[in-house]
């Protein structure tokens, strides 16, 4: 979606290294989420965010970090404490955390393992 | 913990053929979504569902809410190639309406 920018789109990791995955978003949404997605796999949560300066960890939040200090941003720093990096992470944005609005997804960020 | 499942997880048809896929929640929902995820792409919204027994159709899809309100089923007439994807619903089993997502149905058209 147009309102969502995620760089880069592709990553290479170096073993031992963080590395961190951009989010922006200008369509004023309180809520953001961080997705992970690997081959032929569902999407699953790594952590969310409903409002700016609070956010809440999802299904497989180890080794990953987050930040919300702006409504706009979502940064996802992947550490080295994950050891299987390897895969497709989508940010997701929402109106308003409670609310039944669909969520609006970027064009992805494709992380691999050097 | 409460999940959403779909099936099949995979679908080869022929361009021309029907294709349906099936989402099941453990709970009762208050509403469901669909997603589209091109090759390659992510997803993107598709429609929403709330009533009991609610049907909507866009072009040759039509989707429908079960009238307990605990799965779905989204059915594409006469495939085209355009249709290549992967298909997720989604539903709000967690807190604050946070969204779980199926585990996808991939649809793959043979021209």
């Known amino acids: 979606d147009g309102g969502i920018t995620q760089s880069p789109k592709y990553l290479f990791r170096k073993e031992g290294q963080n590395v961190t995955l951009s989010c922006e978003q200008n369509?004023?949404?309180?809520?953001m989420y961080w997705y992970r997605q690997d081959p032929g796999q569902g999407l699953r949560l790594i952590y969310y965010s409903q409002i700016v300066n609070d956010f809440q960890k999802g299904d497989i939040a180890e080794g990953y970090s987050v930040s919300r200090e702006k409504k706009e941003s979502f940064p996802l720093t992947v550490t080295s404490a994950q050891k299987n990096p390897t895969a497709f992470y989508l940010c997701?944005?929402?109106?308003?955390?409670?609310?039944?609005?669909?969520?609006?997804f970027g064009d992805g960020t494709r992380l691999s393992i050097l | 913990g409460q999940q959403v499942m779909q099936i099949p997880q995979y679908q080869h048809v022929q361009e021309g053929e029907d294709f349906t896929t099936y989402c099941n929640s453990s709970?009762?929902?208050?509403?469901i979504q669909w997603y589209k995820q091109r090759p390659g792409g992510h997803p993107v919204f598709l429609i929403q569902l709330v009533k009991s027994g609610e049907v909507k159709k866009q072009k040759r899809l039509t989707f429908q809410f079960g009238e307990a309100k605990k799965n779905s089923s989204l059915h594409i007439t006469a495939t085209q190639t355009t249709d290549v994807g992967t298909y997720f619903c989604a539903g709000p089993l967690r807190a604050g309406n946070m969204l779980t997502f199926g585990g996808g149905t991939r649809l793959m058209v043979k021209p």
């Open positions: 709970t009762t929902l208050s509403n």
């Open positions: 997701a944005s929402r109106l308003n955390g409670n609310s039944n609005q669909p969520q609006h």
């Open positions: 369509l004023n949404h309180d809520a």
